[in-house]
């Protein structure tokens, strides 16, 4: 069964797995505008930082495709400059929280900007188009990398009979290969060395209970579904040997953006004296956030959260968790530990020498 | 309109608000036999720890009225005597984390024995019914004066414009009152004294948006609804002043068994410095337990937890927070400081002299 939660179409543009329909269906839906990834990334149809980035960065190759075999895309110079321009300016908003999406657009728009200023002035269209879609293959095949990079990793750190709990999803269907945090427990799993995975449901859209349960389950790693709020019970009943889970954003000081609930499993974690690991690539982090406080956290509907009627609803989709309550963080470049400001810059000096 | 959770029906049996029905509906249904009471009971169409209490004398009461009127229970001493002992059994076993439900059976069972000794042979059936119905009514009484003391001596703990996150439901719809923690909110509210309650929503049977959020609003009490996961992202803000929920049972050490997520938010609020308060009657100490651990925890559906096929749920309904991250525990016999094994102690001595 195919089952990737991106890929691309016969004719070049985007197929995308709904996630809002797991686990009760398996539904593939294709996209080939960017309003349409707009609202798909915006509906959660698509999600996870990383597979956010992929998955906009091929539906804007995609979206080039079309416009340019349409005709609605125009030959000159200029009205490929323009329609590039606005769509990658239109796809960096559809989410604030992950940067990775603004990353993923921004490097392509480079890469295309490149080739377009040595292309002919007859080849602009079809410049674009090859340039977008080979740009965002090397993101995806880039990400799946990443990804494996992350899991061998953070694999490491877990020792045989591991008892593992993770929060939303940070597998395939939110990156573009074997996952971030849930990587690492996929290939601790195929070491032998997993007992036992504790998902938690991930409230208010569950993307824990639906997604990580659908994954874990297809990949026959031991799996058990506890509400957000048990967390202290099985810490405090001695089931969880470790915590690790995704991010959205990484500030240069090592506080995390991730899904709401992170920050509370790192203070009970942390109460229990049970190691809690993120698990991101290097472009989830963003040195121009000099800590937590300058990352934008969305607040999605309050229709999310269903309650009687005369009460207001706060529903922050992420939250950010402080350094200091981070073990490590484990990335395709290795595992960074505290004090973060000195090895999250020196990883990204390395990457740049 | 009629909203009470429990009442008398015109011919002595119960009536209850169905909670698992709002906030959508408000539907009232009757009980008049031990079986019913225990499905209600078990199905949390009544729920919240004093009030399993009261309601079970009430339906004890109600179920003897209808069996000596029909003429189900037998008119002989040895059969009534029967009848009170089974039912009694059957009901202290509907549940098994609240104390106050097996408190409240026995204290109906010690007083019927007492008045069917006494009465002449041919009136056991309706000294059977008197003596349950008043009882009942006692319980009840002394149920909503105990709200009221916990309400008075609770609020003295909060000063004008607080902030205050609760947890589940603790108000008019789980107790014989204006409830516990909800008792202490509704009473500072009433001193002027506050600005905003947030309201967990209480995975996985929402009893916290469902339930406490319907009394919030209709008590026009300004409130806000957020996930259990958001806890550390209010208190971190700086939105919270103190928090203040309910128990099902509380240790002689002080621990408190309560609503899974109760734990959680112990440990955040000591993270964050935020004193953490427990709110019950004395009918919900058992001085029988030590300490947390000999509190039995019920473990629900996990069917109350959906999720992909293929993984387990573990779906315990209540937790036990450690006696040490408690500031204080607010009774209707005033409010009790650490350390607990000596204040709980003292409470009881008091009361027996």
Chains 1, 2 share one sequence.
Request: glycine share 10%.
């Amino acid at each position: 069964m195919h089952t990737d939660a991106v890929a691309w179409t016969a004719d070049g543009t985007v197929r995308l797995l709904d996630q809002t329909r797991l686990p009760s269906e398996t539904v593939f839906f294709d996209i080939d505008t960017i309003d349409g990834m707009v609202e798909a990334i915006q509906a959660l149809r698509v999600r996870g930082a990383p597979l956010i980035g992929v998955a906009a960065a091929m539906g804007l190759a995609g979206a080039a495709k079309r416009g340019v075999d349409t005709g609605s895309i125009g030959r000159e110079r200029e009205a490929v400059g323009a329609w590039l321009q606005e769509a990658c300016d239109i796809l960096r908003q559809a989410r604030p929280t992950a940067v990775n999406l603004g990353w993923a657009v921004g490097r392509m728009k480079t890469a295309a900007i490149a080739e377009l200023a040595r292309a002919p002035d007859e080849d602009v269209g079809s410049v674009l188009v090859d340039t977008l879609r080979q740009e965002a293959q090397r993101l995806w095949d880039e990400d799946a990398a990443s990804c494996r990079a992350i899991g061998e990793a953070g694999a490491a750190r877990f020792a045989a009979g591991s008892r593992i709990l993770t929060h939303c999803n940070t597998g395939m269907l939110a990156t573009g290969g074997i996952g971030t945090a849930l990587g690492v427990i996929r290939v601790a799993h195929e070491q032998g060395k997993v007992q036992e995975v504790y998902a938690c449901e991930a409230r208010p859209l569950h993307q824990g209970s639906r997604l990580t349960a659908w994954e874990l389950a297809r990949l026959k790693i031991p799996a058990t579904v506890i509400v957000d709020s048990a967390a202290a019970t099985v810490m405090a009943q001695g089931r969880i040997d470790g915590v690790i889970l995704g991010a959205d954003r990484i500030a240069a000081n090592g506080d995390v953006a991730n899904k709401i609930g992170t920050h509370n499993l790192a203070i009970i974690a942390h109460a229990h004296r049970i190691p809690f690991y993120v698990a991101a690539p290097r472009s989830t982090f963003d040195l121009g956030a000099i800590s937590g406080a300058a990352i934008p956290i969305e607040e999605r509907s309050a229709m999310e959260v269903q309650t009687a009627a005369g009460v207001g609803v706060y529903n922050p989709a992420f939250d950010v968790t402080p350094a200091d309550l981070i073990t490590a963080i484990v990335t395709d470049a290795g595992v960074l530990e505290p004090p973060y400001e000195n090895t999250i810059a020196e990883m990204f000096d390395g990457a740049v020498r």
